[in-house]
Nanobody, 119 residues
């Protein structure tokens, strides 16, 4: 069973930066796809960034050019660098992973870390 623990959230002013970390424990495969989602108050959870086992990345249009997802498989850690933060980025950020083992799909979630952007 995989457990994800996020860290690095906090309160920042607009224009600031944060680096979120997500560390996995348990039976993590380096081929698993890892995502970052976020959920703002009163809104649905949305996918913001994805990184494949091979390192390919995709981003939501709203965060392109400001968010960078990366992974260090040796440390079982995924990162989300967030630059030029905006008030609309205020949300709980969740780490998510998923994979497929011989036709069996599995996924796992972290507990979330709060990011608040305000002046």
């Amino acid at each position: 069973q995989v457990q994800l623990v996020e860290s690095g959230g906090g309160s920042v002013q607009p224009g600031g930066s944060l680096r979120l970390s997500c560390t996995a424990s348990g039976s993590v495969s380096s081929s698993d796809v890892m995502d970052w989602y976020r959920q703002a108050p009163g809104k649905q959870r949305e996918l913001v960034a994805t990184i494949s086992g091979g390192g390919s990345t995709t981003y939501a249009d709203s965060v392109k050019g400001r968010f960078t997802i990366s992974r260090d498989n040796g440390k079982n850690t995924v990162y989300l660098q967030i630059d030029n933060l905006k008030p609309d980025d205020t949300a709980v950020y969740f780490c998510h992973g998923w994979g497929n083992n011989a036709g069996h799909y599995y996924e796992y979630w972290g507990q979330g870390t709060q990011v608040t952007v305000s002046s």
